[in-house]
């Protein structure tokens, strides 16, 4: 998988706060790096992965991975986009914020910690209903629990696609490639 950090090249709008509410220990953010980090070690060498990459118009996805795919029919591959939300506490706010994310992504999952899973498996239908999968992600153990994850769809808005996948595969100052 090759890992591309948007924070390291780019001004990162959480930069504007106290950096010890979202970068320190049990944080959302190091909940995110230990997810990642699983992820990552699942995953092959056609997938690039994003960390808190801003989208206009869609506010920050936490983690978006981009998948080619090999089509038979045609010459051209296949790419599907997948966004994740990371939340700790307010699943609920966790939901609206992957349900932005289906206008440039194939599918959208919220990942919650193991231990807050059963609120968030009492709505299950309102995950359905919207489109949003919801994955609980056991970090010391480092296991996940995917409750639902939705079929891939076709993205909601193209202009937002194509700005996600030109951070993936395009031509920019984005110099922080690495394999996880």
Same mark, same amino acid.
């Given at each position: ?35 990642? &980090?699983?992820?990552?070690? *699942?995953?092959?060498?056609? /997938? #690039?992965?994003? &960390?808190?990459? !801003? ?8 983690? #978006? ?11 051209? !591959? &296949?790419?599907? #986009? ?5 939340? /700790?506490?307010?699943? &609920?706010?966790? *939901? ?12 959208? /999952?919220?990942?919650? !910690? ?11 239908? *309102? ?6 999968? *919801? ?14 994850? !939705? ?30």
């Amino acid at each position: 998988m090759m890992f591309k950090d948007y924070q390291e090249n780019y001004h990162h709008p959480v930069n504007n706060f106290n950096h010890a509410d979202f970068w320190g220990k049990n944080s959302e953010h190091e909940f995110g790096n230990h997810f990642v &980090r699983w992820f990552g070690s *699942l995953s092959d060498n056609k /997938i #690039v992965a994003i &960390r808190e990459l !801003p989208v206009p118009g869609s506010g920050i996805a936490d983690f #978006v991975v981009v998948k080619r795919h090999d089509c038979a029919k045609t010459d051209q !591959p &296949r790419t599907t #986009v997948q966004a994740f939300e990371f939340k /700790i506490k307010d699943w &609920r706010k966790g *939901l609206m914020q992957a349900h932005r994310y289906k206008y440039f992504s194939n599918s959208s /999952i919220l990942v919650i !910690p193991s231990h807050t899973i059963k609120s968030a498996q009492k709505s299950i239908d *309102l995950f359905k209903q919207m489109g949003v999968g *919801l994955w609980a992600f056991n970090a010391s153990a480092g296991t996940v629990t995917k409750t639902f994850t !939705p079929r891939p769809k076709k993205v909601l808005d193209t202009k937002r696609a194509a700005y996600v996948l030109d951070k993936a595969y395009g031509d920019h100052p984005c110099s922080c490639e690495r394999s996880l």
